[in-house]
């Protein structure tokens, strides 16, 4: 089978809806924000590979973080009066 020549980038929204995300293989997550009022990642995708399952979770700023071999860190939004950081389970 002959190896891809041509990978489309596009930039995609995903909603944090559900912690369980499916995205195309290799997405690179490159922002977290709010938009009216609901968690969303940003991510760049080739959308011709095929999805995988992706989990986050949110922690509130004080709450206990699993170890560092079990999460990696995305970014970080002030919602009103909270600041919340969102990691990806590994």
Not at 5 to 19: A, D, G, I
Not at 65 to 88: I, M, N, S
Request: with cysteine; hydrophobic share 40%; aromatic share 12%.
């Amino acid at each position: 089978m002959q190896e891809r020549e041509v990978w489309r980038r596009q930039v995609w929204k995903f909603q944090l809806t559900s912690m369980e995300i499916p995205m195309p293989s290799g997405a690179e997550i490159c922002a977290f924000q709010y938009q009216n009022g609901v968690p969303c990642i940003w991510a760049i995708v080739d959308p011709d590979v095929m999805k995988e399952v992706r989990r986050f979770h949110i922690f509130d700023t004080g709450h206990e973080l699993p170890g560092p071999d079990k999460c990696c860190y995305v970014g970080t939004v002030q919602d009103g009066p909270f600041v919340r950081h969102l990691f990806e389970l590994l």
